[in-house]
């Protein structure tokens, strides 16, 4: 391990004010990111996995608010940072990449003039050389005949070469940390293979952090080093992903692992988790936020979690994991 | 075993560019436009069976034409040319707008990808499942609603959850109304485009493993519509892959996973993520497919991304050839059989 993490997120706490009540969305959230390499965050929807990202870009909803922790990057905690100062950061030393990259993409201006904008913005290219330097993006994402797509518009392109242009844009200025948020949800697996290569080559040529948000553990394992498992606001593993898979100890870790449907020979085989995640509207969550649905219940849950130091390679937030 | 449905030559074309209408025809005629519109091939020239009781996948990437052959199967729109035999019976005659008081239009009944989308948000979890009962079993008062809560049950459905309305139930509530909703007048075959792909893991096996149990308690047959190769490798006894229109390769699941023939298929299979990384390089496909629009009927739709292309596939369209079980339409073939086993 290095000595200075890329992002270093430590106690992280976001709520939400809703007409029915306060939605404790995270609850003392840690995990680090070294430079160049990538980690997973894995949970289900509602797990907390993109609060987390937004908290960190500073792009939370209005109705959001954090309530505790850090996030270091470099000197700067992004947490408390000012929102000038946030938007320097943006963009420059960390990007993001959205889920929908249509949606994500401004439909009124092409494409070439949304990498140009971040480039003069942040990558302190003169203006004259931004669209020729866009094109140059274009073409590092592999779209072929990148001096004409600069022309266009997004709904002229294909879900793929959008999310293409996504990358380009978040990789323009090199930023030292990218958050992908389900980066390839809604294309293709033969277009999500080659996306994702894309994204971990240009990584590791640049050097650069990257958290990979996803629900697909399979996908997760493929192309990380390291894997968060989140449910329910909680990290409640974080190990390196071949350990992960091999020997998990959280129980949701283990009956995540067992439903996904790749490892199976037969239906049959699949095990699926009792329960569902818990109202995190609750006044009364129980500190283990998975112990109403775990089948490893023992009477030292209804105590505070425990925390494992940060020293360690493999921390389970867990009274009774397994071996 | 016998044939449930039988799909010989199906095509649907759809028009592009000025509209279909007779003004826009009109319009062009005298404007010197062209007299025939460009045409995209959405489905083109597609033949298979499904047996009683079997389940078959239909996979391919976004546009390649699942969607259309499954509207044209489970007849919501009429098909360019082509028949559809549902027990020896031609429905492909009639319009769609007629066939949906047919006798046998609750014989082929289909589960929509996303519950929350598809079943009408001022109807009742009780009310979407009774419409078809309603619609297509005349049935009313206490048969309908002894009907409703068989079925409910039968779908793991809690009776106190009928009178919701759809947002107001979770992601996994919902798939089970549709599915509800669609075995309730009883289908021999149950066209499923998607059921799992909006849930979570956790929830996707429960829905997996209900679909698996009603199939053999009720005896239909299932066209699994995915994209999800893991999922149709444990539920489908078949496969059909499909690209651009065509059919490019079938055969039993086990077997075309395993050793699939077609390049497209060896991609598709190549790209899907594993829990247990092996590491062997892969093979990627890159690039856009062709333009689906009057496609030139000698060039191999796949060529251009494919790895293996050469010239004879820009002159030739290659066929669907049998391999035992196996079908596959690409010139090469043999070259991806398993070697005969020789005795050392």
């Known amino acids: 391990?290095?000595?200075?993490?890329?992002?270093?997120?430590?106690?992280?706490?976001?709520?939400?004010?809703?007409?029915?009540?306060?939605?404790?969305?995270?609850?003392?959230?840690?995990?680090?990111?070294?430079?160049?390499?990538?980690?997973?965050?894995?949970?289900?929807?509602?797990?907390?996995?993109s609060v987390t990202a937004y908290a960190v870009m500073g792009i939370l909803d209005p109705a959001g608010k954090v309530t505790a922790g850090r996030a270091m990057l470099g000197g700067l905690d992004l947490l408390s940072a000012k929102p000038s100062q946030l938007a320097d950061v943006r963009g420059r030393e960390i990007a993001m990449i959205f889920q929908n990259p249509r949606t994500a993409l401004n439909p009124i201006r092409t494409v070439g003039r949304q990498i140009a904008d971040v480039l003069i913005r942040h990558g302190n290219v003169p203006r004259r050389d931004a669209p020729a330097q866009a094109v140059e993006m274009?073409?590092?994402?592999?779209?072929?005949?990148?001096?004409?797509?600069?022309?266009?518009?997004?709904?002229?392109?294909?879900?793929g070469m959008c999310q293409r242009v996504m990358i380009a844009i978040a990789l323009a200025a090199k930023p030292l940390l990218l958050i992908a948020d389900e980066p390839t949800t809604g294309l293709d697996v033969t277009t999500q293979a080659v996306i994702m290569d894309l994204v971990n080559d240009l990584a590791k040529e640049m050097g650069m952090a990257t958290i990979f948000i996803t629900h697909d553990l399979a996908l997760a394992g493929q192309r990380s080093s390291r894997?968060?498992?989140?449910?329910?606001?909680?990290?409640?593993?974080?190990?390196?992903?071949?350990?992960?898979?091999?020997?998990?100890?959280?129980?949701?870790?283990?009956?995540?692992?067992?439903?996904?449907?790749?490892?199976?020979?037969?239906?049959?085989?699949?095990?699926?988790?009792?329960?569902?995640?818990?109202?995190?509207?609750?006044?009364?969550?129980?500190?283990?936020r998975y112990s109403e649905r775990c089948p490893r219940k023992v009477e030292s849950c209804a105590r505070p979690l425990p925390h494992a130091g940060a020293d360690t390679a493999h921390i389970v937030a867990c009274w009774n994991p397994l071996s | 075993m016998t044939n449930l449905l039988e799909v010989a030559d199906v095509s649907k074309l759809y028009p592009v560019g000025g509209g279909p209408g007779p003004i826009a025809r009109f319009k062009r005629r005298f404007s010197g436009g062209p007299e025939k519109l460009p045409k995209v091939h959405a489905v083109d020239d597609v033949s298979f069976v499904i047996e009683k009781g079997e389940t078959v996948g239909l996979v391919g990437e976004s546009g390649c034409g699942k969607s259309t052959l499954v509207r044209a199967l489970t007849r919501l729109i009429d098909v360019s040319d082509g028949s559809i035999k549902l027990d020896a019976r031609e429905l492909s005659l009639k319009p769609s707008r007629v066939f949906a008081r047919d006798r046998d239009r609750a014989r082929i009944q289909m589960v929509f990808q996303d519950a929350g989308d598809s079943v009408n948000p001022r109807f009742t979890a009780f009310d979407a499942i009774a419409d078809p009962l309603r619609r297509l079993r005349k049935l009313r008062g206490n048969a309908l609603t002894w009907q409703v809560e068989t079925v409910a049950r039968q779908c793991g459905l809690p009776l106190q959850l009928l009178s919701r309305f759809p947002h107001q139930l979770s992601g996994g509530q919902r798939a089970r109304v549709g599915i509800a909703r669609a075995i309730a007048v009883g289908p021999d075959l149950l066209v499923l485009d998607e059921p799992t792909a909006a849930l979570d893991v956790s929830v996707q096996v429960v829905i997996l493993q209900l679909l698996q149990r009603l199939k053999t308690e009720i005896g239909m047959s299932y066209l699994f519509v995915s994209h999800d190769l893991s999922v149709v490798r444990l539920l489908c006894d078949r496969v059909l892959v499909m690209y651009l229109g065509?059919?490019?390769?079938?055969?039993?699941?086990?077997?075309?996973?395993?050793?699939?023939?077609?390049?497209?298929?060896?991609?598709?299979?190549?790209?899907?993520?594993?829990?247990?990384?092996?590491?062997?390089?892969?093979?990627?496909?890159?690039?856009?497919?062709?333009?689906?629009?009057?496609?030139d009927p000698n060039v191999c739709r796949f060529y251009g991304r494919c790895p293996r292309g050469t010239d004879s596939c820009q002159t030739t369209m290659p066929m669907l050839r049998h391999f035992g079980p196996h079908q596959v339409a690409c010139h090469f073939a043999e070259e991806f059989l398993p070697k005969p086993k020789t005795t050392t």
């Open chain 2, 246 to 295: 065509k059919i490019v390769e079938s055969g039993p699941a086990k077997e075309v996973f395993e050793n699939p023939l077609h390049p497209y298929t060896q991609a598709l299979v190549a790209a899907v993520p594993r829990l247990h990384e092996d590491g062997i390089e892969r093979l990627r496909l890159d690039g856009e497919p062709r333009s689906p629009i009057d496609p």
């Open chain 1, 1 to 49: 391990m290095t000595a200075t993490p890329a992002l270093d997120v430590e106690g992280l706490s976001v709520e939400f004010r809703t007409r029915s009540g306060i939605v404790r969305a995270l609850d003392n959230v840690s995990f680090a990111v070294d430079k160049g390499e990538t980690i997973a965050l894995v949970g289900e929807s509602g797990s907390g996995k």
């Open chain 1, 138 to 159: 274009l073409r590092a994402v592999g779209i072929t005949d990148p001096a004409r797509r600069a022309n266009v518009y997004p709904f002229e392109m294909s879900g």
């Open chain 1, 227 to 288: 894997i968060v498992v989140m449910h329910a606001g909680h990290v409640v593993e974080n190990a390196p992903t071949k350990e992960l898979f091999e020997h998990p100890r959280h129980p949701y870790t283990a009956e995540l692992i067992a439903a996904t449907p790749d490892a199976a020979a037969s239906l049959d085989e699949l095990a699926s988790i009792p329960g569902s995640l818990p109202d995190l509207r609750r006044t009364d969550l129980p500190p283990c």
